[in-house]
């Protein structure tokens, strides 16, 4: 039996997404707002690639004969060109000609060159006949953003199987708060569709950036005293080595920046988050800091209730325009109209602590996971989506989250993993990166307590609690905060009932804020599927007992056979009691055997007891390496057969047989508190472990 998940409403999960949601800042608005798309001639620093002639044999849905994207920095920011011939060579290619132009309008108008039809050496002016229409679509207004950035759509009529459809037009991106520096990521796609493929980047010749190219872009690089671009011909498709680490998936990219390294970058943004934070001599914030002050008197207190404050009274709402996507609102702002961005709330924060004597610092994070191997790319404000609080708190340094739910105190570690900050400072910082260790608390525990006692025709009666931390437990803290407990009951009576629930009479849901995790505990009856061996003997598989085998590490010939192979970090804990039928006797009962082992960087653990009329189970899985090197994935690969991927049964025998050890290492759900700091769900080590007693 598999960890609860109920399937609630559609608009209470999109509620929940806020938690990851943060601020791109990679975007590029400006002052003036353009809301239409221009048509013009291509710019003179763009050189169209020759056409590639479309071979006989040509296949799949189009061929390119030329896909050029190309960019160009200058002192007014950066442009970008995007302009194909395509032979569409099957009737679901024709979705090509739904051409999709997005932009910021504060960035200026996308300009459109030609959208054209090439049939039998004749030349079709689409846009004579047909236009843009502009559309406003805020696609993730629903997770409280607000980005403002527009969609230009042309539908290209009279678009048919053997036409050849051409679409240039160029967009720029320009933004007072990077000043002169810019910064992105060319690349070319694993599975790029056939033809020729090209990419290219132009500066002006008092800005060269600092490039970066991926091992597999250095032979085709053609290098131009201004520029450098790649040209490829029908490319192979390259795909990252089979479940290796995220930074492995950088390949055929190519990386520019004009900052001289992360700590050029944490010095721009300092001043922006300085001023933000400035607050009025009669600022309403001074008096709400003395409350504060007042109302606590250890500095832990006081930032506890100041993160709480931003968190509960200010609401998340990201905020893109008029520079907003780089540039955090004012402090003052903020707290006056009651919601912003994580910036802001990061400002906000940051004001407070100050007005307490409270030192801080804004650190830049990724809330996407995009981290792994950052400190081996340029410096790129834009690999950056989150802001949050880090602040020097008595010996301790503490991590303070305003866009997290009010019951996510400071932290001694984020909630999120991160494995790289970029704390901004007025000196500059570099790239800080944060150590992992195995988990010490699980993820989630899943506890089922069956009592059986009444025999084995009666219903049992039946408990499950699921204790859930981290990020998933906030996320059951938004899901289920907000709901009445008879509807919180109703949903899971629906959902839960048939298979081992028979009913369900109770749904109780809290969050334990000392022990941080979201606690459900459903309590109801239900039948046992005790299987019928024959001559009175019965068996049942106990619910989270087993284990899947883990897969085999292995790569195609063609990908990198040394790269290290990924583990996700998690340690998850299943507990399963069944109190036994009081007429049977322990020597009648037996059961699977416990195991301790190791593949993979992964521990998979299950002890399982008699003792005091009911047998116990404990499963646990940890992941003690987030990587595995290639030799030791080939040693765990024999190991495979071997693995114990039975599920946890337990077995009755009516005639009765040798009782099963008991060491007295295994509890019982209702033996402690679950949600306690230090749990055994792995095994204890040896110098733990009570001695065994030496036979008569």
Not at 274 to 285: C, D, M, N, T
Not at 337 to 344: E, I, P, T, V, Y
Not at 495 to 524: C, H, P
Request: one cysteine or more; proline letters at 8%; a neutral charge.
């Amino acid at each position: 039996m598999t960890t609860i998940r109920p399937n609630i409403r559609e608009g209470i999960l999109k509620l929940i997404q806020f938690l990851l949601s943060a601020v791109s800042i990679a975007a590029s608005p400006a002052a003036a707002q353009v809301a239409e798309v221009k048509n013009g001639p291509v710019p003179d620093w763009v050189v169209r690639s020759d056409l590639l002639p479309v071979p006989d044999d040509a296949a799949g849905l189009v061929f390119l004969r030329r896909q050029d994207i190309l960019v160009h920095l200058n002192d007014d920011g950066q442009f970008q060109y995007t302009g194909s011939r395509i032979k569409i060579l099957h009737q679901n290619g024709l979705q090509i000609g739904n051409v999709a132009i997005r932009w910021n309008p504060a960035a200026g108008a996308p300009l459109v060159h030609a959208v054209k039809i090439y049939r039998q050496g004749e030349a079709i002016d689409v846009l004579k006949k047909a236009s843009f229409e502009i559309l406003r679509r805020e696609d993730q207004l629903e997770t409280g953003m607000l980005t403002g950035l527009l969609t230009a759509i042309l539908h290209v009529p009279d678009l048919r199987v053997g036409d050849e459809i051409e679409v240039e037009f160029t967009t720029s991106t320009r933004d007072p708060n990077l000043g002169q520096n810019d910064a992105g990521v060319m690349l070319i796609g694993p599975t790029p569709p056939q033809g020729r493929v090209r990419i290219g980047l132009s500066w002006s010749q008092n800005q060269p950036p600092h490039i970066k190219m991926s091992p597999d872009m250095t032979t085709s690089a053609r290098k131009g005293e201004h520029s450098v671009e790649f040209l490829f011909d029908n490319p192979k498709p390259l795909m990252p080595p089979k479940d290796a680490p995220a930074r492995y998936q950088w390949q055929r990219t190519v990386e520019y920046s004009d900052f001289a390294d992360w700590a050029a970058v944490s010095r721009h943004f300092w001043p922006l988050y300085v001023k933000a934070g400035e607050i009025a001599g009669r600022s309403p914030l001074k008096a709400e800091a003395r409350r504060v002050m007042a109302a606590n008197v250890t500095p832990l207190d006081r930032a506890k209730a100041a993160l709480k404050l931003v968190q509960q009274d200010v609401r998340y709402i990201f905020v893109g325009l008029n520079g907003g996507n780089l540039k955090p609102a004012p402090a003052d702002e903020t707290w006056q109209r009651r919601f912003g961005d994580c910036k802001a709330k990061t400002v906000l924060l940051l004001a407070l602590l100050s007005e307490m004597g409270i030192e801080g610092e804004a650190v830049l994070a990724s809330n996407t996971g995009a981290d792994d191997g950052l400190d081996e790319r340029l410096p790129n404000p834009g690999l950056f989506d989150h802001v949050l609080v880090r602040a020097r708190i008595g010996d301790a340094t503490y991590y303070l989250d305003g866009t997290l739910p009010p019951v996510a105190p400071p932290s001694v570690e984020p909630v999120v993993p991160y494995k790289w900050l970029l704390p901004l400072s007025a000196r500059g910082e570099a790239l800080q990166g944060l150590g992992w260790v195995p988990a010490k608390q699980p993820d989630e525990i899943t506890l089922y307590e069956i009592d059986a006692r009444a025999g084995f025709a009666q219903p049992a009666k039946i408990t499950s609690t699921t204790i859930t931390r981290g990020i998933d437990g906030l996320r059951n803290y938004a899901l289920y905060s907000g709901l009445v407990p008879s509807e919180l009951e109703g949903i899971f009576r629906q959902q839960m009932t048939g298979d081992l629930w028979q009913s369900v009479d109770n749904v109780q849901w809290r969050y334990d804020e000392k022990a941080r995790a979201s606690v459900l505990k459903i309590t109801g009856s239900g039948t046992i599927d005790w299987q019928d061996d024959g001559d009175g003997a019965k068996s049942y598989a106990l619910p989270g007992g087993g284990f899947s085998p883990p897969e085999r590490r292995a790569r195609p010939a063609d990908q990198d056979k040394d790269a290290p192979y990924s583990n996700k970090p998690e340690f998850n804990c299943r507990v399963t009691t069944i109190r036994l039928p009081v007429e049977t006797r322990s020597r009648q009962w037996s059961f699977k055997k416990s195991y301790d082992t190791r593949l993979f960087g992964r521990n998979y653990y299950r002890a399982i007891e008699l003792r005091e009329g009911a047998i116990r189970m404990v499963r646990g899985s940890r992941v003690e390496k987030q990587e595995i090197d290639a030799a030791s994935a080939q040693q765990d690969n024999a190991g495979i057969a071997r693995f114990d991927n039975s599920m946890a049964w337990i077995f009755y025998d009516p005639a009765g047989q040798e009782p099963p050890p008991n060491n007295g290492q295994v509890p019982a759900t209702y033996d402690l508190d679950w949600t306690a700091d230090q749990v055994p769900c792995l095994a204890a080590p040896a110098a733990d472990r009570p001695k065994e007693k030496a036979a008569p």
